[in-house]
């Protein structure tokens, strides 16, 4: 056993002890003595802690001495990583030259990436053939950039159909979106019930614009209600609403 790989199994056996002060200095003998695995889970633990700098240099390290092909993936989420802290550091090239890599074999995250960055800096065409690539693979947050994409072009069928999609990924932000365009297309009742499940979801501002959509359908006693909690919860329009709404009741007397 090479003295790099004693030391990644060490610093693994810390890292799952709890100990990662140790484990990071172990891995980074490690990474030093040229051993893949542990210059990726370096990387990986500076990148979270904000230190892109040596992060970039221990994933350049795994890249440069390569990666075991188990578990899959690793090279693509090196390369993603380091698009990523490229982009942080203001080099969106070489992000971007990173993002292309992992997404051509197939990271989804990385073409999601890709397209944020293309958005970004006004490829809007190809960011949106990059999302869509991205979302037919199973992305709900390149379905839900699309979605918005396409709806601001007027395409509220296939804008729903995306965020259909998001929604039912798991991307909880998705559903006011879902809600909002129900409401444009006329079906309050379908809107009201994604708010409530916005609401449920611990979407705070989704309780204002329940509080709304329940004074449309007449629902005055629960939108007084609802609205009051978003009175509550800081939403300063919602005290104008609840004038409204008691003026509604004033006319119905």
């Known amino acids: 056993m090479s003295d790099a790989e004693a030391y990644y199994e060490i610093a693994m056996e810390r890292a799952q002890a709890g100990d990662m002060a140790t484990a990071v200095e172990l891995f980074r003998h490690a990474s030093d003595g040229g051993h893949g695995p542990a210059a990726f889970l370096l990387g990986s633990i500076l990148k979270d802690g904000g230190q ?27 390369e993603v990583s380091m698009g990523f802290i490229r982009s942080k550091l203001g080099d969106p090239a070489a ?8 997404a051509a074999r197939g ?10 960055l293309l958005a970004r800096t006004g ?7 990059v999302w869509r690539q991205a979302a037919a693979a ?9 979605a918005e994409m396409v709806g601001d072009r007027g395409d509220l069928i296939e804008a729903e159909r995306l965020l259909r999609q998001a929604v039912d990924g798991g ?9 909002n365009i ?11 019930a994604l708010w409530r499940k916005a609401v449920a979801a611990g979407d705070h501002n989704a309780i204002f614009n329940l509080g709304i959509v329940l004074m449309m359908v007449g629902e005055l006693d629960e939108a ?6 978003a009175e509550a919860a800081g939403h300063t329009e919602a005290t104008q609403h609840l004038e409204r709404l008691a003026a509604a009741r004033r006319r119905r007397q």
């Open 138 to 146: 199973g992305s709900p947050d390149a379905a839900m950039n699309l």
């Open 52 to 78: 892109y700098a040596e992060a970039e240099r221990h994933y350049r390290r795994a890249l440069a001495v390569g990666l075991p092909p188990e578990p899959p993936g690793l090279v693509e989420e090196c």
């Open 224 to 229: 007084e209600t609802t609205l009051r909690q």
């Open 182 to 192: 129900r409401l444009q297309r006329g079906d309050p009742y379908e809107a009201m």
């Open 107 to 116: 990271h989804v995250v990385a073409a999601f990436n890709l397209g944020n």
């Open 123 to 129: 490829r809007e065409a190809e960011a949106e053939k």
């Open 171 to 179: 991307l909880t932000d998705a559903i006011t979106n879902l809600a």
């Open 95 to 102: 992000a971007e030259q990173f993002y292309r890599s992992a």
